[in-house]
C-alpha cells in the first residue's frame, strides 16, 4: 500500500468516526418544587457576588487570603485539572494513535531445520509508520464514554464553584463569631469591673456595719461569676482566630483580626426575596448533580453499543529489507491492513447486565437531581422565613436590654440610698448582663442567617 492509500484508510476511519449514537434524549426532570417562595415582598434581583455583598474590608481582606491559600479549595481545582487530563485521554480515543516504527530482527536456523541443510542466518530489517486497534465507532461507544468524561469534567468545575461558595460563607461566619465573641468578651470585662467596684464598697459598708455579710457574700459571687465569664469569652476568642487561620490557609497578622465594634455585628447587605424558583438552577450543586445525571445517560449509550459489532483497524505502511543499509532503498516498500470484527454472540448476559446497572444508575441520578433541588428550596424557604423574624426578635431584644438598663440603674440607687437590698440590685445586674449577651446571639444568629441565605441563593462564587 502506498503512503497515499495509507492517508485515505486513515481518512476513511476516522470519517467512520461520525457514526450513529445510541445515547438516549436528554430531558431534564421537572423540578419538584413551587415555582416562587412565599416570602416578604421586595425588590427581585441578581444575587451580588461577595466581593460587593460584603463590606466589611476585614473580612474582604480575610475571604480574599482564603481563596487564594484554602486548602481544601486547593484539593478542588487539583480535582478539576485531573478531570480535564482524564477527558483528555478519553477524546484521544476518537482518533487513532499513529506510531513510527524501526525494527531489526536476527535469526539463526539449525541445519536439520533448514531446507537445503544447511546452517544459516537471516536478518530483517523493518520501518514504517501506522495504528493499531483503532477503534471504528460506529455505534458510538467511544462518543458516549467521551461525553460521559465531559460531564464528569463539569461535574467537578462545579463542584469547585460550591466548594468556593461554602468557603466564602465559612469565613464569613466564622469573622462574625469572632465579632460576637469579641462583644461577650468586652462585656465580660466591662461587668467583672464594674461587680468588682461594687464588690470594694460592699465590703467598705460591711466594714462600717452598714452592710450584712450576705450582701458581701453574694458581692463576691458577682465577681466570681464575671472572672468565669470573662474567661469563657477569652477562650472561644482564641479558638475563633485558630478556625479563621485554618480557613485563610495562613498565619494572620494581628490587625487582620482586630477588636470588634457594636457596629461590625451589623451586615448591612440585603438580599432579593420573591425571587422565582428557577434560580435555584443556577447553584453549582444542582448543576453538578444535571451533570452527573447525564454522564450516567451517556453511559446508558455506551452499554447499549456493547451489543452490536465492534470493528478494530490495524494498519502500516513502509520498508523492509535484509540489509540494513537497503532498508530505505527505492522497491523496499511494505505495507500491512489488518481489519477485524469483534461480533458479540453470548457472554452469559455480561452485556444486558451493564445495560441494566447504567439504566438503573440514570435513575439514582435523577433522584439525586431531584433531591437537590428540593433540598435548595428548604434552604432558601428556611432562609426567608427566619429573616424576617430575625429581625422582629433583634428589635424586641434591644428593647429588653434597654429595659433591663434602666431597671439596674435605678435599683443600683435604690441600693444605695438604702431604700431597698443589694439583692434587688444584683438580680437587676445579671437580667441586664444576660440580655446584653442573647442581644449579641440574636444580632449573630441575623448575620449567619444572610449568610446562609446567601449562599443557598448561590451567591459567592464571584
Known amino acids: ?14 470519517g467512520l468516526v461520525g457514526g450513529c449514537s ?23 434581583g441578581a444575587v451580588l457576588p461577595w466581593a460587593t455583598f460584603f463590606n466589611d474590608p476585614q473580612l474582604k481582606a480575610l475571604i480574599g487570603e482564603a481563596l487564594e491559600n484554602n486548602r481544601d479549595l486547593r484539593v478542588s481545582l487539583l480535582n478539576i485539572e485531573k478531570a480535564r487530563a482524564q477527558y483528555r485521554i478519553s477524546r484521544a480515543d476518537l482518533l487513532p ?42 455505534f458510538g461507544r467511544v462518543r458516549s464514554l467521551n461525553e460521559q468524561a465531559l460531564e464528569t469534567y463539569l ?50 459598708s460591711y466594714q462600717e456595719d452598714v452592710a ?26 482564641e479558638q475563633d482566630r485558630n478556625a479563621l487561620v485554618l480557613l485563610a490557609g495562613k498565619p494572620l497578622a494581628p490587625g487582620q483580626m482586630a477588636g470588634s465594634t457594636p457596629e461590625a455585628m451589623v451586615l448591612g447587605a440585603s438580599l432579593p426575596a420573591g425571587l422565582p424558583s428557577q434560580v435555584l438552577a443556577q447553584r453549582p450543586d444542582i448543576l453538578a448533580a444535571e451533570h452527573a445525571l447525564k454522564a450516567a445517560n451517556a453511559n446508558v449509550g455506551a452499554a447499549r453499543a456493547a451489543f452490536f459489532p465492534s470493528i ?16 530505505f532503498s527505492g522497491g523496499q516498500g511494505a505495507w500491512s491492513f489488518v481489519p477485524s470484527i469483534n461480533v458479540p454472540i453470548f457472554n452469559w448476559g455480561r452485556n444486558q447486565a451493564n445495560l441494566d446497572v447504567a439504566k438503573v444508575q440514570t435513575s439514582i441520578e435523577v433522584a439525586n437531581y431531584q433531591k437537590a433541588i428540593q433540598v435548595a428550596f428548604q434552604e432558601v424557604a428556611d432562609g426567608l422565613v427566619a429573616r424576617r423574624e430575625l429581625d422582629n426578635q433583634v428589635t424586641a431584644q434591644t428593647l429588653l436590654m434597654q429595659a433591663n438598663a434602666r431597671s439596674y440603674t435605678l435599683a443600683q440607687q435604690r441600693y444605695e440610698t438604702g431604700v431597698d437590698t443589694y439583692l434587688n440590685s444584683l438580680d437587676a445586674q445579671r437580667n441586664l448582663f444576660a440580655s446584653q449577651q442573647e442581644l449579641v446571639s440574636t444580632q449573630l444568629a441575623r448575620s449567619q442567617n444572610l449568610i446562609a441565605l446567601y449562599k443557598a441563593l448561590g451567591g459567592g462564587s464571584q
Do not use: C
Open 22 to 44: 445510541l445515547i438516549p434524549d436528554y430531558e431534564r426532570p421537572s423540578a419538584p418544587v413551587a415555582e416562587e417562595w412565599h416570602a416578604p415582598s421586595a425588590e427581585s
Open 312 to 327: 478494530s483497524l490495524t494498519a502500516s505502511a513502509g520498508s523492509a529489507s535484509r540489509q540494513l543499509g537497503d532498508l
Open 1 to 14: 500500500m502506498s503512503h497515499g492509500k495509507l492517508k485515505t484508510a486513515l481518512a476513511l476511519a476516522v
Open 212 to 237: 450584712t455579710e450576705l450582701d458581701l457574700s453574694q458581692a463576691e459571687s458577682t465577681v466570681r461569676s464575671a472572672q468565669a465569664s470573662e474567661a469563657k469569652y477569652q477562650r472561644l476568642v
Open 155 to 204: 461535574q467537578t468545575v462545579e463542584a469547585r464553584r460550591s466548594a468556593q461558595i461554602a468557603l466564602v460563607a465559612e469565613v464569613a461566619n466564622a469573622y462574625y463569631q469572632l465579632q460576637a465573641d469579641l462583644q461577650s468578651l468586652a462585656l465580660s470585662k466591662q461587668t467583672l469591673e464594674s461587680q468588682r467596684q461594687s464588690y470594694l464598697t460592699t465590703r467598705s
Open 97 to 138: 494513535s499513529v506510531d513510527a516504527t524501526v525494527s531489526g530482527n536476527s535469526q539463526r536456523t539449525p541445519a536439520d531445520l533448514s531446507a537445503d541443510g544447511r546452517t544459516g542466518t537471516s536478518h530483517r530489517y523493518d520501518a514504517g509508520v501506522g495504528f493499531a486497534s483503532y477503534e471504528v465507532d460506529f
